[in-house]
Every structure is written in structure tokens, then in C-alpha cells.
């Protein structure tokens, strides 16, 4: 596929170098790591891409959830591969091309540059499909830049996550099912079809698009050769198709992933490769253990707080309206199946997401079609008053666009806002007290890398090694929420010198400890309680104390917008500059450090 580089993808890519370049060169996922920046040891994604190199090559299963991110992992490893090649040949690089990375500064930066770029193609890839929706560059560019400053879809653009890769895939399969509809090549099922594939790789409920693709596919065919439905579903054609699918998505495994037909690891995060059922498995998968009103409780409200997101549901009642007038008001099909699998998406989301993660990311594979629908509403209001007299259409218009505009200027305003503020936020990291928690223990390496200590500051587990402290100290870590004992025998160290808590597993971590008998703990202040009775028991007295300047700074180390809500706000904004006026101010949590007497 050709991108047409017309001014307006020039115009958005520059806008997105503009506000989003700077953070390549931050390098960790979770704001939590940030302590660690410029260590070497950028956090669990990084490091696992790294491990690829290690025996046995290319193995996924290293990676921190051997499930998903494999396209983005295997992207990263031929990039690094490439550039390890090319260091050899012109002799700046003399490590073996397999085994132990040892630059892990350079091949970080490669690995969020590749992120920065996947994330930039997500942009270029929808505005090609909105422009060839509707036919209009400028609709399509403004598009594109609501879709660049949604906040739950932009942290993609600036977080190290493989749903940013996820999506590219997502919209080449939308890309090219649109391209089936309108010149009927099989070759363009097949792309759209190895692409969901790749998108269900890169995060496993992506796999949902399957559903709406095959649907448009199926239509499409029936009506371009002339058959009724059901004697297309049960077609020779159409038989062999069927047929193909497994073989080309066996194929893709084993090109992807060959490790995962060999060694299938057994978790819940492999089992969905090829027993997907299993997913919805409560005893098992730790995303349904919180009940389900619950969840429906949770999602509702955020729901109600996205104005693309409820106007949606709308639409979905909307529908009515043709079906009630089918001679008057024509509806596009690509319409009709949209909306009814946004809403359908939704409320699988609020079904099967239920372990108390309830962030607007999580809705981010709908977020172009969120927008496509409404677009294409406003489109279709405008054309129909351009049928009417010409008086009626010139004032419906004025009036039409005035109430479009009162009502989309906020939203846009709000969301371009908050982006803002999150990115100036994650670009103070080193204001942040989990940096002058990482001075510190710099400052103490040779107590540090010799005592035992617990974490308990995070949601991210990190490598099992933390390079910062020297010599280096094996770490292990709790994670969060394993139900399987063999499963989390499997990920507890109980030799290492650090345990790092993910801050769900505060029981587990407590079980642990007792045996372990760490002589420090870093605590996060509101979260110390749950250790209160073990401090007391065992002795332990704060050693040393971070906190923010000020009470309003507290939790602007939190640059994710769901968490912290005051990003939404202009005082925010002037908070976040006084920060770089000011640079001996602080922010983030007050972590307090135990030491046991």
C-alpha cells in the first residue's frame, strides 16, 4: 500500500513530531520506572525484546506475558538485528550478533524510536481510510488530528506498549476490507485477514474485529457475484476460504512465533491461542474476578464520560430510523455494521475486563471507528439539509454547524488539553520523588545490592536485575494476582536481594516477606497501611521520607489521564510550568523508606 503524502499527512506528521518526539527519548513504559531512566534498565517491555537474543533465539515465552506483543517484539528484534549487523561490518560493534545485550542505552532508544514510528504510521493509516470514506482531505485531516489527541489513544504514541502496534494492524485490515468493497480482489480479504491476525498478536482482544471484517467480507462477496446469502454461505468459493484461514493463521504462528506450536507454556495468556474459550474462564483469568455489577458500575460511568463513546450508543438506537423509512433515508452497511460492533464491543469490555482496571484505554481498538461514526452522521445531517429549498438548507446549515461546534469545541479543546499536560508531566520525571528515590539508592549502592528489600512503589514489574545498583542485585517480584501456586513458584525468586510488589499482590507479598525478612522496605505513604501490623512486629522505623513540594503536586508524576484526573485542567497546566521554572520543586507520591532496627 502507497501513502499519497499530500500536504495534510505532511502537515500532521510534523504536528506529530512536534509534540510527541521528545518522548523517544524517554524511555520506560509505566511512570513508576521512571526512576530507572537513563540506568540501562527501561522496564520490562525493553528488556524482554532484548532477552530474544538470549537462548533460545527468538523465543517469546521470555517475554513478561508470553501472550501477546509478539509483533512488536519481533519488529524490535529485527531492527536490532540489523543494526548489530551493520555495527560488525563497520567495526563500531564487536559483541556476537546472539546472546547479551550490552549497549542497552542504544538499543532502548531504537526500540521507542520503532514505537514512536508505529504509532506515527497509526496516524498516516487513518487518515488514508478517512479520506477514502469520505472523499474529503480536509474531513479526513481533522480526523486524523482528533484521533492524534484523544487521550486514552495518544498515551499509545508516547507509551511503551504493543497495542500502539496492535492498532497499525487493526486499521490495515479496516483499510483493505474498505478496499474489498469497492474493487473486488481476494488479495485484499487475505491483507486484511493476516492483519487481524497480527493486531490479535499484538493484544489479544483485538482478535474481536474478526467478527465485523469477515461479516463485510461475506456480504461484499455475495453481492458483487450476483448469489443470495445462503447459497453463498455453503459455496465452493467460499468452502475453500474457510479452509485457508487456519492454514494461513498456523502459518503466521509459526513465522511470528514458532516457539508457541513447540513449547505452549500453559498460562492463560498462551491458552487463548488456540482453546480462545478459555478466556472467559473466571476461575482462571484473573480479568473476571471482580463481579460483574460491579464492572457494569465502573464502565457505565466512564462510559458517560466520553462524549464518542455515548454519542454511539445513540447512534445505536438511531438505526431504527431507517428501517422505518427505508425509501427515504438510505444507510451505508459499513454504518450500520460499525456501530452495532462498537456497542458490542463495549459491552464485552464491561463483561470481560472486570479486575479493576477501568481506564478508557481498554477501548482504544474502537477509537477510530468511535470517530469514523460520528463523522459520518454529521456528514450525512449536512447532505440531507442540502436537499432541502435553498432557504431552509442555507439557514439548517448555519444553525446545524453552530450547535456542531458548540458541542465538539470543548471536547476537542478538553482532549487536546489533557494530552498536553500528560506529555509536559511524563517530561518532568526527574522532578519526581521516585527519581530522588533512585539518587538515593545510587548514592547507598554498596548497602543497597547487599540487603534485602521490598517494593512496594509500583504497578510494573522490572527486570531481574536493576543495573543502577552495583554490584547488581538479583530482584524478583510478586505479581499480581496469580491464582496457580505452580505459577507463581515459577516467578518468585526467593534468593533474590529485591522483591518488587505489583500493587495488587499486597497479600501475596505479605506471605512472602515473613520468610524472607527483608531489612528495608519503600513504601508508597498510602499504601503502607496494609503493612502497618508487620512494621510494628518487626521493628522497622522510616529512614528517609520523599514527598512533593506541595499537596497539589502529588500526583502529577502520574502522567496516565484516567489516574490522574487534575491533567484535565488549566491550573494543571500552570502548576506543570512553574515546575520548570522551578526545578528544585517535586512531585509525585510521598514514598517513605523503612529501615528495620
Not at 420 to 440: E, G, I, K, P, V
Not at 508 to 518: C, G, H, T, Y
Request: hydrophobic share 50%; aromatic share 18%; glycine share 4%.
Amino acid at each position: 500500500m502507497r501513502l499519497n503524502f499530500c500536504p495534510y499527512t505532511a502537515g500532521l506528521v510534523v504536528i506529530f513530531f512536534i509534540v510527541f518526539l521528545h518522548t523517544v527519548f524517554i524511555l520506560n513504559e509505566d511512570p513508576t520506572l521512571m526512576a530507572i531512566y537513563e540506568s540501562g534498565d527501561p522496564g520490562n517491555l525493553a528488556y524482554e525484546i532484548m532477552s530474544l537474543f538470549n537462548y533460545p533465539v527468538y523465543n517469546q515465552h521470555n517475554y513478561f506475558f508470553s501472550g501477546y506483543g509478539w509483533p512488536f517484539n519481533d519488529i524490535s528484534f529485527i531492527v536490532i538485528l540489523l543494526l548489530k549487523l551493520i555495527g560488525q561490518i563497520l567495526g563500531f560493534y564487536e559483541q556476537p550478533l546472539f546472546g547479551l545485550i550490552d549497549n542497552q542505552p542504544l538499543f532502548n532508544a531504537v526500540i521507542r524510536a520503532i514505537n514512536f514510528t508505529v504509532a506515527l504510521a497509526s496516524i498516516g493509516l487513518f487518515f488514508n481510510l478517512a479520506n477514502r470514506l469520505f472523499d474529503n482531505k480536509k474531513l479526513a485531516f481533522a480526523a486524523s488530528l482528533f484521533f492524534m489527541f484523544l487521550p486514552w489513544a495518544a498515551i499509545y504514541s508516547y507509551w511503551l506498549h504493543p497495542d500502539a502496534t496492535g492498532m497499525v494492524f487493526i486499521l490495515l485490515s479496516m483499510l483493505y476490507t474498505l478496499k474489498f468493497t469497492q474493487q473486488p480482489q481476494l488479495s485484499y480479504f487475505y491483507i486484511a485477514f493476516v492483519s487481524l491476525i497480527l493486531a490479535t498478536f499484538s493484544k489479544m482482544y483485538h482478535g474481536f474485529y474478526l467478527l465485523p471484517i469477515v461479516f463485510i467480507f461475506f456480504i461484499s462477496y455475495c453481492q458483487q457475484h450476483g448469489i443470495n446469502y445462503l447459497t453463498g454461505l455453503f459455496s465452493k468459493p467460499i468452502l475453500k476460504i474457510v479452509v485457508s484461514l487456519p492454514i494461513i493463521y498456523i502459518l503466521v504462528i509459526l513465522i511470528v512465533h514458532p516457539y508457541a506450536v513447540v513449547d505452549f507454556g500453559g498460562d492463560i495468556y498462551s491458552q487463548w491461542l488456540f482453546e480462545p474459550w478459555r478466556i472467559l474462564n473466571a476461575e482462571k483469568n484473573p480479568h473476571l474476578t471482580v463481579p460483574f455489577i460491579t464492572s457494569f458500575q465502573q464502565w457505565l460511568l466512564l462510559y458517560q464520560q466520553e462524549p464518542l463513546i455515548y454519542l454511539n450508543v445513540v447512534f445505536l438506537y438511531l438505526l431504527i430510523i431507517p428501517l422505518l423509512f427505508k425509501k427515504q433515508i438510505a444507510v451505508s452497511g459499513l454504518f450500520v455494521v460499525s456501530v452495532l460492533f462498537c456497542n458490542v464491543y463495549l459491552g464485552l469490555v464491561i463483561f470481560g475486563n472486570r479486575m479493576m482496571h477501568f481506564e478508557l484505554r481498554y477501548i482504544y481498538p474502537i477509537a477510530p471507528l468511535l470517530i469514523l461514526n460520528s463523522i459520518a452522521v454529521i456528514r450525512f445531517i449536512w447532505r440531507q439539509l442540502g436537499l432541502l429549498p435553498v432557504k431552509i438548507t442555507r439557514y439548517g446549515q448555519i444553525i446545524f454547524a453552530m450547535g456542531v461546534s458548540l458541542y465538539l469545541l470543548p471536547v476537542v479543546a478538553e482532549n487536546l488539553l489533557t494530552t498536553t499536560n500528560s506529555l509536559l508531566a511524563r517530561a518532568a520525571y526527574q522532578h519526581s520523588t521516585f527519581y530522588q528515590l533512585r539518587n538515593f539508592i545510587l548514592q547507598n549502592n554498596e548497602i543497597f545490592a547487599q540487603s534485602k528489600i521490598l517494593f512496594d512503589i509500583g504497578s510494573a514489574p522490572v527486570p531481574p536485575k536493576l543495573t543502577w545498583i552495583r554490584p547488581h542485585a538479583t530482584l524478583t517480584w510478586v505479581p499480581s494476582k496469580i491464582i496457580d501456586k505452580d505459577l507463581f513458584r515459577k516467578y518468585i525468586n526467593p534468593l533474590a536481594k529485591l522483591i518488587w510488589v505489583s500493587w495488587e499482590s499486597q497479600d501475596q507479598s505479605l506471605a512472602f516477606i515473613k520468610d524472607n525478612e527483608p531489612q528495608f522496605l519503600i513504601l508508597i505513604a498510602e499504601r503502607s497501611q496494609a503493612y502497618h501490623h508487620y512494621i510494628r512486629n518487626n521493628g522497622f522505623k522510616p529512614m528517609m521520607q520523599f514527598q512533593a513540594s506541595h499537596e497539589e503536586l502529588l500526583w502529577f508524576s502520574y502522567w496516565f489521564p484516567e489516574v490522574n484526573k487534575p491533567l484535565k485542567t488549566l491550573q494543571a497546566t500552570h502548576k506543570l510550568i512553574e515546575i520548570y521554572r522551578h526545578p528544585n520543586l517535586t512531585i509525585g507520591p510521598t514514598i517513605v523508606f523503612y529501615r528495620k532496627s
